[in-house]
């Protein structure tokens, strides 16, 4: 062992690490995309991480356009936004609204077209909406699986795919969704939620492929718990609403350091980023690296928290 680490192992180590840092160094400094003037449009914006995303934006003098089913709520952000604008010296301007349901299929196409009336093109999609769920399968009815994918998934890819001729017409774009780091590894008890996730992550990781010969780059966000609404809307097997704040949503990150992160990623033009502690970290590469004793930690944790009705 000594012999092959003195051999050729070592230096081959350190060379790859040091060629890793200067990779590292190299994309810290790197010139980052221009967000002051930006047309940036953020869907789920009257809540939590969208809203968060709103202000971060809004200060950092982007054109919004701000989406979200409730237009009187929306139109409070927009209404926040605008007073908080004295504060920044950067030129700042008034957010626009466009108001629609993301899981009702039919009005996404009518959405994009008003989207994109409001300035004429898009430069940063920032696909943030989503729901949450709670819920044993066994007990979850089907229609549930179905409407947390029609919002978290159809609705977000709809959406993008409504907006991204224009992009590639003038080969210029962004295209950002947050994902979860449920969109990497699965827990018990979050099977519509997850799948949702995953489903998310493999198409954004198709179109980053797709669509890179036009310029466009896309950026996929995996955020570990933060403290927003998510749990208390989140749905249960029968469709009603969870309406509970959990402990660990409570205890996560707070939403305006998550939104910082997204305008940092949107600057580096990031592929893929979790943002996230440690444990969630390491579960993810314990997926890949060990799935037999990531499946035995999830069965365990599947039967701490709940038990199935009939045992
Ligand atoms: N909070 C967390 O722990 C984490 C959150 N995330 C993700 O962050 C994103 C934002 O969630 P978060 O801010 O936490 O939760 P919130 O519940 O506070 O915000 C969700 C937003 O999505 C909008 N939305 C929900 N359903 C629809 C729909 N059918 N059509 C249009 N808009 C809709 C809501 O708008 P409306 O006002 O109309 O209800 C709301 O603005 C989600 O994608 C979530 O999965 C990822 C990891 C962790
Ligand atoms: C240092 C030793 C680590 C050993 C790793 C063992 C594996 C432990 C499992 C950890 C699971 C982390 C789950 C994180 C889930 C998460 O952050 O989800 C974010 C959300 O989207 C939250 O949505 P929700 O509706 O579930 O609140």
């Not at 350190?14 to 869907?43: C, D, E, N, P, W």
């Not at 009336?117 to 898009?122: E, N, R």
């Not at 907006?163 to 979860?180: A, E, K, N, Q, Y």
């Amino acid at each position: 062992m000594e012999r092959f680490m003195g051999g050729g192992m070592l230096p081959l180590v350190l060379t790859s690490i040091g060629v890793l840092l200067l990779y590292r160094i190299l994309v810290h400094f790197r010139k980052g995309a221009h967000v002051q003037g930006a047309v940036v449009v953020i869907t789920g914006a009257s809540s939590g991480l969208g809203k968060e995303c709103a202000r971060v934006f809004h200060a950092a003098g982007a054109r919004l356009v701000l989406c979200g089913r409730d237009a009187s709520r929306l139109q409070q952000v927009v209404q926040e936004l605008t007073a908080s604008s004295t504060d920044t010296q950067q030129q700042t301007y008034t957010p626009s609204t466009v108001i629609f349901d993301l899981a009702d299929a039919d009005t996404v196409d009518r959405a994009a077209e008003e989207i994109l009336k409001c300035y004429g093109q898009v430069d940063v999609l920032i696909n943030n909406a989503g729901i949450s769920y709670r819920g044993n399968i066994l007990e979850t009815h089907i229609s549930v699986q179905r409407d947390v994918m029609e919002t978290n998934y159809f609705g977000t890819v709809a959406l993008t795919q409504a907006l991204l001729p224009s992009m590639v017409r003038r080969r210029s774009g962004h295209i950002v969704v947050i994902s979860s780091v449920q969109g990497k590894i699965a827990i018990p008890y979050r099977s519509a939620y997850a799948a949702s996730k995953h489903a998310t992550q493999a198409y954004f990781d198709c179109l980053r492929a797709e669509i890179e010969r036009y310029q466009i780059p896309v950026t996929v966000i995996s955020p570990g718990y933060i403290r927003t609404n998510l749990s208390v809307n989140a749905v249960t097997g029968d469709g009603s609403k969870y309406g509970v704040v959990d402990k660990t949503t409570a205890s996560g990150r707070d939403p305006r350091d998550v939104a910082q992160l997204v305008l940092k990623a949107v600057r580096q033009r990031s592929k893929d980023v979790i943002v996230a502690g440690l444990v969630p970290n390491v579960a993810v590469y314990l997926r890949t690296l060990w799935p037999a004793l990531f499946f035995k930690i999830m069965s365990s944790r599947a039967r701490k928290e709940q038990k199935p009705k009939d045992e």
